[in-house]
């Protein structure tokens, strides 16, 4: 028999901006396997995370995927819905909101993200009382002078990889001490999961490093003339990877446009100061799409284009803080809505 420790993992009842809570669970296993199926509910005070009220504070965890966990031995990470005691979903559950149970519609999320000193209170790379250089010289770049975070990062696509997360990427981003990765997955809730375990393991590795990460989309300050953090969303379904039909993208562009306020509700607090008309934004009042317009509330990608329209779209109006599930639901639910 062997003890294995299970971190229970799930969003909290904040609005509009949920945070991560998790707590450990350690069991005795004789031959665990890591499998939902192994896994039992349990609960929570949700009192203490705005999800309940004292006299009846009881709100289950529900596992709905495992991982492993690569910084403990024998441990796994466990994402969770969090219910009702009567078993139904809970208000904060963005994840129950989702309209893909089989999985057809596909998204990579572009998670950007600032990395903050804990002594300071400000990115790395700027200076107390300052400010470093003009953005120009940090995307993607290459050296001390320029690049800050780097060890931070790298560990973290390790953790990412290690734990069996679909990862693909990561840079530098245009400001300094701001960085972004990139997770895809086939299906809208196994996305939303990973990106949740991911950032619950960025989270985690900065408590050793005397860092915090930095979620708002323009935390520098809106007038600022720095580049926001956001998440770019980047979609399809079986229609968008095989039509082969510019009018059939059109059509599901221009469903979009009627829905702006909805989704602009879901898209990330403060979004306002991030989505302008600048900074390779369009603004938050707007609804524009174009081929690889990076102006544009929704860019069609040239490779699309150049495979005939077979490919997918990105939406890249949602805030780094946006929760993913929430996202996902809102463009299933619009794209269901074109008239093809």
């Given amino acids: 028999m062997a003890k294995i420790k299970l971190e229970y993992i799930w969003l909290d009842g904040y ?15 004789e031959d665990f396997k890591g499998t939902l199926e192994e896994l039992g509910n349990w609960s929570f005070d949700g009192s203490s995370t705005k999800q309940a009220e004292g006299g009846s504070s009881d709100c289950l965890l529900v596992p709905v995927a495992i991982y492993p966990d690569p910084s403990r031995i024998n441990g796994y990470l466990v994402m969770t819905e969090v219910m009702n005691a009567d078993g139904t979903p809970h208000v904060s559950n963005g994840r129950a909101t989702i309209d ?60 990412c990889i290690d734990a069996g997360l679909n990862f693909e990427g990561i840079n530098q981003e245009v400001a300094s001490g701001q960085w972004e990765y990139q997770l895809f997955a086939k299906g809208a809730k196994k996305a939303g999961d990973e990106i949740w375990i991911s950032r619950y393991l960025l989270d985690r590795l900065t408590e050793k490093y005397g860092y915090y990460i930095d979620y708002h989309p323009k935390p520098l300050g809106k007038d600022m003339d720095w580049n926001g953090s956001g998440m770019h969303a980047n979609f399809s379904n079986t229609t968008l990877r095989t039509c082969g039909s510019k009018e059939t993208y059109a059509a599901i562009c221009e469903s979009f446009r009627p829905f702006v306020k909805e989704h602009i509700a879901v898209y990330g607090e403060f979004n306002d100061q991030r989505l302008t008309g600048l900074h390779e934004t369009a603004a938050i009042t707007d609804f524009s799409w174009g081929v690889s317009d990076r ?36 463009i299933i639910k619009t794209v269901k809505t074109a008239k093809i």
Wanted: proline content about 7%.
């Fill in 15 to 29: 609005f509009p901006t949920q945070n991560l809570r998790s707590k450990t669970k350690v069991e005795e296993h």
């Fill in 100 to 159: 893909d149970e089989d999985d057809d519609f596909w998204f990579g999320f572009e998670q950007e993200y600032f990395i903050m000193d804990t002594k300071t209170q400000l990115p790395l790379g700027f200076p107390i009382g300052g400010y470093p250089a003009p953005q120009g010289m940090y995307y993607c770049s290459v050296g001390g002078k320029n690049t800050h975070g780097r060890g931070l990062v790298e560990e973290h696509a390790d953790l």
């Fill in 295 to 330: 102006g544009a509330s929704i860019r069609i990608p040239l490779i699309a284009v150049e495979k005939g329209y077979k490919g997918w779209l990105e939406d890249r109006r949602p805030a780094s803080n946006a929760d993913p599930y929430k996202i996902a639901a809102r």
